[in-house]
């Protein structure tokens, strides 16, 4: 573990401003009711037993007006999810565009994840000014059919296929936590390394277990194994933005900067991610002040 982190850390001092990590803010733009069978997601039609109250698009105007506070919050970027199991043409579609121009307007990086998609839709997203598409390859090939059988790992890859076709950047990591071996883990992440170039941020999700889902019951992630996850996917991918996304409610402050330490430079920052509570922003006052980062729009102040 020493070993690791310190190699980590030295690998991610060489690309990045250890000083500086990334805000990102997220936002359910269409919630629940989704067609896809993913085992740990509270947005499944499947999970009937879960308790979330199914939600229509939201309106263009009201998403920007989130994103706009995000932004004096002193978020970066603003990612925005659709539980869609695809894109399809028409209304909802040319909304969510007008949303991705509201958002770049204001001067934020926009990202999306709105489940599959074909080129001429990738095609309108980066004419929007897209600046990254959101699409996780969960886990490894060899776990993926014990989470997911309404779509296939290569339905997956041919998404970030496309999406990189256009010029966008891609947002691809995974999950934790869902019961994988450490070699399923080290799969997944070999296959991201494989991508050449590597996706331009990587997030490390630990699983949030929501209530009604057939994951309900698996154990919480040891917050050790989050910060071997986050080291091992910044050695084989120096360059990416490492993000630590879901499950970060449950760290407290200090395995988070050991996350920080080991090359994680992002994490999403507001007090929900798409339908969980995530780490609240007055907690997170506590564990920008410890690192020395002000709260304010990508200033990165070295600590006295
Ligand atoms: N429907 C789109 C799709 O799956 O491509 C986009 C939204 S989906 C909720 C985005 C990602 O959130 C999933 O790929 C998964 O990695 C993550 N996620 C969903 N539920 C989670 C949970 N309970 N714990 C951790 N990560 C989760
Ligand atoms: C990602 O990898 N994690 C985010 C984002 N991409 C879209 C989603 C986390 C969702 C956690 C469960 C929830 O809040 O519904
Ligand atoms: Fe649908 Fe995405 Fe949830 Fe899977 S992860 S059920 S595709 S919203």
Known sequence: MLELVGRANAVHRQHHDPNKVQKASLLSIKTGGCPENCAYCPQSAHHREVDLTRDRLMEPAKVIAMAETAKAAGAERFCM??????VRDGKEFDAVLEMVEGVRALGMEACVTLGMLKPHQAERLAAAGLTAYNHNLDTSPEFYGQIITTRTYEDRL?????????GIDLCCGGIIGMGESIRDRASMLHVLASMDPHPESVP???????EGTPLANRP????????????????????STVRLSAGRSALNREAQVL???AGANSVFYGDTLLTTPNAGIGEDAELFA???QQQ???MSVPAP
Do not use: Y
């Open 81 to 86: 999810g659709a539980a869609w199991r695809q």
């Open 158 to 166: 041919d998404t970030l296929a496309t999406v990189r076709s256009f």
């Open 204 to 210: 490390i999700n630990a699983l949030v277990p929501v």
């Open 220 to 239: 919480r992630v040891d917050p050790l194994a989050l910060v071997r996850m986050v080291a091992t996917a910044r050695l084989v991918m120096p360059t």
């Open 259 to 261: 996350c920080l330490v």
């Open 290 to 292: 410890a690192i020395g």
């Open 296 to 298: 304010r729009l990508g």
